[in-house]
C-alpha cells in the first residue's frame, strides 16, 4: 500500500513518485492550496494538493485524524522554506491521489500535556498517538532488544516460567485464580519468578533469563501497578561480583544502545550502613552533591538533651546537613521543611544559618546556637566543612528514623535548590542486614527474601548472633531510585533450614510452602545467584517520564482499574458457580 | 569460580590449567584410578584422579550428581582412546583439586525416556538435567532469538499488553481472577492479545509483536496447556500478501538459524474448499502423496444407492481415497482403519482392492464391485489413477463429514505405510468461510473470530448471503499442525457492527463486551491484519517434540496441575472472604 514511511521522504527522494499512508496531523488551506501534515510512526511530511489536482475535492474532505493513501512526486521546496528540524523539511509531496481509508470523528481529548490521567487512559490508543507516547513506547522496545543481545552473547539462555502458579512468599498479596477442575482450589500469579529461577539452576541451566511479568495486589500507591514487569536474571557457579559485572555490563550497554549515553565503567558501591549513615536511604541520589554528617562526638557534651542524649547511645545519631545557600531559606520555608521531615518521623528540625563563617558562634543565627560551646561548634563546622551563607539542619534520636528523615531532607532541599550534578549516577548498595527485627511482631523478616544467602559460613555462626549478620544481597541504585535487586542464594539445605527457623517458619509451614525447593537442595545445587530489574522503572528513567504508567502500553489506574476495557468487572453467577464460589452478598 | 565450560575444554588447551564446575555425570574406578565424566551446560569432559593426587580421597567421596568445582590440567590423550563423538573426546583433565560444592541424594528418577510424565514433571528440575531437555530449552530460547532479530529488522516494536484484562471473546473459558479492591468484580486472563494488538494499530504503532501468554480454561485435551505461549503480530496498512510474506520470512529464518534447515523459498497455498477436497482437513500435511478425489461423477448412475444418493446431492461427496500397495492390507486392517473412521462420523468404508489394474472390474477384489459397471470403473481408475496393488477407500455423505473422516483415513494410511516425504512441508490455508452454521443452535459463528474481515466490498454484499462470504483469514500449517493464524481485520465501524448482528451479538451485548473497540474504529483506523503463531507447537516440531509439555520449562498436567509445586491449592478462608467471595460447601 505504501512505498516509503512519511518520516523517511527526505530530499534524495525529489522526483520520485511515492505512496504514502497515514494520519492527517494538521491541515492548512493557504492561497488556494491545501497542506497536510502527513504522519506515520517515522515522522511527519508535508503533502500539498494543488487546486487544479484530481485529488483537490477529495482532500478538501478531510480533516484532522482521517486515515489516508497518498500517491504523489517528491519536490524540493524551495530554500526560503526549508525546515531544518524535520527530516523531511526540505522537500514536500505533491499529491497526484487522496485516497481516504478511513474518516474519523471529532477526538475526545486534547492530545496534549493538558489531558487529563483519566480521559487519556479511557482514550488510550489516540494517547499512544502522540510522539511523545510513541517515542516511550520505542525506547522500552529498545531497551528489550539490547537487554536480550547482552545476555545472549554472554550466554544466557531465555525461559518462560508459569504465570498460573502457586503462591510466592515475597509478603505482598497474590492475586488468586480460582481453579474450575479443581474447585475451591486457587492458582496464585506469581510475584516473582524466583523459585524457579532457582530451580533451573538445580536444573544446570547455568545462565537464566526473563522478561517477565509479576503481580502484586498491593494496597495502591501513587506509581505502582498491579503488573508490573521485571528483567530477570540468575547464574551458577558465581559470587557478588560475578552477578554484578553482568549486571554492569547489561547496564551499559543498554544505555549506550538506547540513549547514546555512556554510563561510568565502574559502578560506585556503597554498604548499606554507609548509606543510611551519609544519604539516609539505602537508594542515595548521588547526582545530589549532599552529605549527612554524624556529629554524635561534638555534641556529647552540650548541655542539650535533644543533641546529648542521642550522641551517647549507639541506637541513635545525630546527624546534620548542610545545605549550600540555605541561608537564605525564609522562616516559612524552614516551617515547611520540618512539616515535611515529621512525616518520617521527625518531632522537630533544628537548623543553624550560617551569616559569617569566620566569626565562630557570633555568626550564627539559630535557635540552638546558644546550647553550643566553641567546641562544639568548631567540630560541627569542620565535619560539615559549612562556609558563609549555608544552612545546617540536624536530625537527632533513633539512628533508623534520624536517618531517614535526614535523608529526605537532604532529597527535597537538593532538589528544591536545583543542585543535582550530572544525568546518570548508579550506585551499588551491598551489605545489608540479613534481617530486620520487627519490635511489634517479635520476630525477624527477611530484609531480601527468605533465599538470600548470608555471609556466614554455616547455620551455626548465622544462629549465633542473627542481628548482626549481613545478607549475601545487593541493590542497583539509579538516581535515587532502586532500578534492581538480588543476591547469592542459599545453596545448601541445611542453612536454608536455619533461615526459615530464625524466620518463624515451622518445619510443617516451610514443608507445604517450599517443601518442593527443600526436597531439590538434596540433589547438587550449584552455589547460584541473580538479580532482577524492574523495567518499567528503568524505562520511565530513560524516557524522563515520573510516572511508569507512561511507558506502560495499557496501564492501570490507582485503583487497579483498566478504565479502556472495563476491568474489573462484574461476571455472569453461573461462571462463579462453576469455580466452586458464591459472591458474598454486599455489606 | 572457573575458567572455562566442561563442553569446551578441547585440544586447544592441552598443557593448561583449568577451573570447571559441574556434575558428576558418571564415575568410574579403573586400574586404581578415578575417571569421572564432569557435566555442565556446554557438554561433558573427562577429569581423571590419580592415585598419588592430594585429590584422591576427595575424589573417592563423589557419587553420581554431586556439584563439584575441579582444579586441574588439561592433557592429551593417548590417540588410541580419542572419542571423536564428544568436542571433548581427544583430552582429558588431570585433576589436581576436587570440590565439593554440594553433595546429592540418590536421584528418585532414571534420567531416561523410561521415566513417567508425572514423576519427570514432579520431579522437573532434575528432568530437566537430561541432555534431550537441555537442547529442547535452548531450541526454545535461539527460537525466540532469531523471531525477534527478523522483526526487529522488519521495523516492528515490542509491546506488552495487559495479563489481568476484561474477558475475551475467543470462544473459550476465561481464567477469572477476583479483584479484592472491587469485591465481587473479576479481571480475566487474556487468551491472546487480540484486540489490545488492534488498538495499538489505531495508535498509529504500525507494526507490533509479541511473545505472549495466553490462557483457556479449556476441558483438558491430550496436549492442551491452561497457558500457553503465542508470536502475536499485527501491521498496518498491509494486505494478506503483506503480512503473508512477513510470517513467511519470519519462519524461514527462524529454521534456517536454528535448525538450519532451507524451507521452501515461497510456501504453497491452498484455498479451504480444496484443501477439504483433497485432503480432507484444514491442515493438511503435504508431506503425504496422497488425496482424495471426488469421483461423483463417476457414480451417479450406478444403482448402489450409498455412492449415487451423495454423488447427486450437492452438499454431499463421493471422494475416493487412493493408498499404493495397500492391497497387501488384511481384512482384520481393514476393519480396524473402518473403525477408526467411525469416530469421525463414517458409517461404514467402502473400499477396492486392485489386483490386476489391466483387467478392468475383472482385477478387482471387493463387497462393492458388483455395483460398478465398466464406465464407472474406468472413470474411478482413471481419476485416482489406481495401479496394481493398490486399494482405494470410499467415504461418501455429507461433504464435510466424508471429507473430514477420509482426511484422517489419508492420515492415518500416510503414517502406517512411512509414505511420509521430505522434512518440512508448510503450506498456507486461505479463503476460508467467513462464518459456520450451527444447526443446533440455529446461528452463525465465526470461523476465525469476529473482527475477521470478510472478503465483501460493505456490509451490504456481506448480509446479502453470509453463508457463501469468504474471510479474509489465513492459516500457516507445517506438517499437518496448524502453527499460525490470522487476517486482514476490520477497520470500518460498519462492517464490526454487520459482522456482530450476523453472529447474533445484539447492540447491547455489543456495546457492553466491545464498546471501546467499536469507540476507536471511529476514529481513523488503520487498514490492518496480523497473525498469531503457536509457539510451543513450533518449538515442539523443531525439537522433534509429539508433545508440548517436552519445550516448556515447567507444563501442567492434563488436568491443569502443578506437581511440583502443588499448584493449584487450597487457600485460608480469610484470603477468599476478601475477594468478596465464599467457597460453596463440596458436594
Same mark, same amino acid.
Given at each position: ?5 512519511c518520516?523517511?521522504v527526505?530530499?534524495?527522494?525529489a ?6 499512508c497515514?494520519?492527517?496531523d494538521r491541515?492548512?488551506d ?13 515522522g511527519i511530511v ?7 489536482s484530481?485529488?483537490?475535492?477529495d482532500?478538501e474532505k478531510l480533516?484532522?485524524e482521517f486515515c489516508v ?5 517528491v519536490?524540493?521546496?524551495p ?7 524535520m ?5 514536500e509531496?505533491v499529491a497526484?491521489n487522496?485516497?481516504l ?6 477526538l475526545p481529548?486534547?492530545?496534549?500535556d ?5 480521559i487519556?487512559l479511557k482514550?488510550?490508543?489516540?494517547d ?5 507516547m510513541?517515542r516511550?513506547m520505542?525506547i522500552?522496545s529498545?531497551?528489550?532488544h539490547s537487554?536480550r543481545g547482552?545476555l ?6 531465555e525461559f518462560?516460567t ?15 485464580v480460582?481453579?474450575r477442575v479443581?474447585p475451591g ?8 519468578p ?9 536444573s544446570?541451566?547455568d ?6 511479568r509479576?503481580f ?5 500507591r501513587?506509581?505502582?501497578?498491579p ?5 530477570d ?6 559470587d557478588?561480583q560475578g552477578?554484578?559485572d553482568?549486571?554492569?555490563?547489561l547496564?551499559?550497554?543498554?544505555f549506550a544502545?538506547?540513549?547514546?549515553v555512556e554510563?561510568?565503567a565502574?559502578?560506585?558501591r556503597?554498604?548499606?550502613r554507609d ?9 542515595p541520589?548521588l ?12 555534641v556529647?557534651h ?5 543533641f ?8 541513635q545519631?545525630?546527624a ?5 545557600g540555605?541561608a537564605?531559606?525564609s ?5 515547611e521543611?520540618t ?5 518520617y518521623?521527625?518531632k522537630?528540625?533544628a537548623?543553624i ?8 558562634l557570633e ?6 546556637a546558644?546550647f553550643l560551646d ?5 567540630g ?8 558563609t551563607?549555608?544552612i545546617?539542619f540536624f536530625?537527632a ?6 536517618s531517614t528523615?535526614?535523608?529526605?531532607l537532604?532529597v527535597?532541599?537538593g532538589?528544591?535548590?536545583d ?17 530486620e527485627?520487627?519490635?511489634d511482631e517479635q520476630r525477624?523478616? +527477611?530484609?531480601h527474601h527468605?533465599f538470600t544467602?548470608p555471609? =556466614?559460613?554455616d547455620?551455626a !555462626? #548465622? %544462629?549465633?548472633?542473627?542481628?548482626a549478620s549481613l ?5 542497583l ?7 534492581g535487586g ?5 545453596h545448601?539445605?541445611?542453612m536454608q ?7 518463624g517458619?515451622g518445619e510443617?509451614?516451610?514443608?507445604e510452602k ?5 526436597e531439590a ?11 532482577a530489574f ?5 524505562a ?6 515520573p510516572?511508569i504508567?507512561d511507558?506502560i502500553?495499557?496501564p492501570?489506574t490507582?485503583t ?5 476495557t472495563? +476491568? ?8 462463579? =458457580?462453576?469455580?466452586?464460589? !458464591? #459472591? %458474598?452478598p454486599?455489606?
Amino acid at each position: 500500500m505504501r512505498t516509503h514511511l512519511c518520516g523517511e521522504v527526505t530530499a534524495e527522494l525529489a522526483g520520485q513518485a511515492v505512496f504514502l499512508c497515514g494520519w492527517v496531523d494538521r491541515r492548512r488551506d493557504l492561497g488556494g492550496l491545501i497542506f497536510l501534515g502527513l504522519r506515520d510512526r517515522a515522522g511527519i511530511v508535508q503533502v500539498v494538493i494543488e487546486p487544479d489536482s484530481d485529488a483537490f475535492a477529495d482532500a478538501e474532505k478531510l480533516r484532522n485524524e482521517f486515515c489516508v493513501r497518498i500517491e504523489g512526486e517528491v519536490r524540493m521546496r524551495p530554500e526560503s522554506q526549508w525546515n531544518e528540524n524535520m527530516a523531511t523539511g526540505r522537500i514536500e509531496v505533491v499529491a497526484t491521489n487522496v485516497e481516504l481509508l478511513n474518516a474519523s470523528a471529532p477526538l475526545p481529548l486534547l492530545m496534549t500535556d493538558e489531558d487529563g490521567e483519566e480521559i487519556r487512559l479511557k482514550y488510550r490508543y489516540l494517547d499512544l498517538r502522540r510522539q511523545r507516547m510513541q517515542r516511550n513506547m520505542r525506547i522500552r522496545s529498545e531497551l528489550n532488544h539490547s537487554i536480550r543481545g547482552t545476555l545472549r552473547e554472554l550466554g544466557f539462555t531465555e525461559f518462560e516460567t508459569p504465570i498460573l502458579t502457586k503462591a510466592t512468599p515475597e509478603g505482598a498479596r497474590d492475586y488468586l485464580v480460582p481453579s474450575r477442575v479443581h474447585p475451591g482450589e486457587f492458582y496464585a500469579l506469581p510475584q516473582s519468578p524466583q523459585l524457579f529461577k532457582q530451580l533451573l539452576m538445580m536444573s544446570g541451566m547455568d545462565r537464566y533469563y526473563q522478561i517477565a511479568r509479576c503481580f502484586r495486589d498491593e494496597d495502591l500507591r501513587a506509581d505502582r501497578q498491579p503488573e508490573f514487569t521485571q528483567l530477570d536474571m540468575e547464574m551458577s557457579f558465581v559470587d557478588e561480583q560475578g552477578v554484578q559485572d553482568t549486571a554492569e555490563a547489561l547496564v551499559r550497554a543498554a544505555f549506550a544502545d538506547v540513549l547514546n549515553v555512556e554510563l561510568p565503567a565502574e559502578f560506585p558501591r556503597l554498604a548499606w550502613r554507609d548509606a543510611m549513615e551519609r544519604y539516609g536511604s539505602d537508594k542515595p541520589d548521588l547526582r545530589l552533591p549532599l552529605q549527612l554528617v554524624s556529629v554524635d562526638e561534638h555534641v556529647k557534651h552540650v548541655d542539650f538533651r535533644v543533641f546529648s542524649g542521642p550522641a551517647s547511645d549507639d541506637s541513635q545519631r545525630v546527624a546534620a546537613l548542610r545545605v549550600p545557600g540555605g541561608a537564605q531559606f525564609s522562616r516559612k520555608q524552614i516551617d515547611e521543611y520540618t512539616d515535611y521531615v515529621s512525616r518520617y518521623g521527625a518531632k522537630g528540625l533544628a537548623w543553624i544559618k550560617v551569616n559569617d563563617a569566620d566569626t565562630g558562634l557570633e555568626g550564627l543565627q539559630s535557635p540552638i546556637a546558644k546550647f553550643l560551646d566553641d567546641a562544639a561548634w568548631s567540630g560541627i563546622a569542620a565535619a560539615t566543612g559549612v562556609q558563609t551563607g549555608d544552612i545546617l539542619f540536624f536530625g537527632a534520636g533513633d539512628w533508623g528514623v534520624t536517618s531517614t528523615f535526614m535523608g529526605q531532607l537532604l532529597v527535597k532541599t537538593g532538589r528544591d535548590l536545583d543542585l543535582a550534578e550530572g544525568d546518570w549516577a548508579p550506585l551499588w548498595v551491598t551489605d545489608f542486614p540479613m534481617f530486620e527485627w520487627d519490635g511489634d511482631e517479635q520476630r525477624y523478616f +527477611a530484609m531480601h527474601h527468605p533465599f538470600t544467602a548470608p555471609n =556466614d559460613a554455616d547455620p551455626a !555462626a #548465622l %544462629k549465633a548472633d542473627p542481628a548482626a549478620s549481613l545478607s549475601r544481597g545487593y541493590d542497583l541504585v539509579l538516581n535515587g531510585n532502586e532500578i534492581g535487586g538480588g543476591s547469592i542464594r542459599i545453596h545448601r539445605q541445611d542453612m536454608q533450614a536455619a533461615v526459615f527457623e530464625l524466620l518463624g517458619i515451622g518445619e510443617d509451614e516451610a514443608q507445604e510452602k517450599f517443601g518442593f525447593l527443600l526436597e531439590a537442595l538434596k540433589y547438587g545445587c550449584p552455589p547460584h545467584g541473580g538479580i532482577a530489574f524492574g523495567l518499567d522503572r528503568i524505562a520511565a528513567l530513560m524516557a524522563g517520564e515520573p510516572s511508569i504508567r507512561d511507558v506502560i502500553a495499557f496501564p492501570k489506574t490507582t485503583t487497579a482499574q483498566c478504565v479502556l476495557t472495563d +476491568a474489573p468487572s462484574a461476571v455472569p453467577a453461573t461462571l462463579v =458457580d462453576e469455580l466452586g464460589l !458464591a #459472591l %458474598k452478598p454486599k455489606a
